[in-house]
């Protein structure tokens, strides 16, 4: 069984920073890929970036792209989203995801998921 259990959201003014963190516990294999999922109210869940366990290899959503960086720590089981220049529409619940197969930017390539960290930026 694999459990995560983010942390690290919060209340941020616009321009701020947040770094989430996902610790992960169990059967967490060396090719697996890990994902950082949001989600508004009212609004589906949608991919924000993904790294690959092993080789590092990292994908961004077009709306992220200069300003989120994912990052891991492969022998602590940990992975970080670094968020830099928050704004008002990155607000929502945050989840960590991991899983195999499937592609990156699908809710459907994730196997296992965390309960989520909420994040709120205010104008």
């Known amino acids: 069984q694999v459990q995560l259990v983010e942390s690290g959201g919060g209340s941020v003014q616009a321009g701020g920073s947040l770094r989430l963190s996902c610790a992960a516990s169990?059967?967490?294999?060396?090719?697996?890929?890990m994902g950082w999922f949001r989600q508004a109210p009212g609004k589906e869940r949608e991919v924000v970036a993904a790294?690959?366990?092993?080789?590092?290899?990292?994908y961004y959503v077009d709306s992220v792209k200069g300003r989120f960086t994912i990052s891991r720590d492969y022998a602590k089981n940990m992975v970080y989203l670094q968020m830099n220049s928050l704004k008002p529409e990155d607000t929502g619940m945050y989840y960590c995801?991991?899983?195999?197969?499937?592609?990156?930017?699908?809710?459907?390539?994730?196997?296992?998921w965390g309960q989520g960290t909420q994040v709120t930026v205010s104008s």
């Open positions: 995801a991991a899983g195999y197969g499937g592609t990156w930017n699908r809710v459907s390539g994730y196997n296992y």
């Open positions: 169990g059967s967490i294999y060396a090719n697996w890929r």
């Open positions: 790294i690959d366990r092993f080789s590092g290899s990292t």
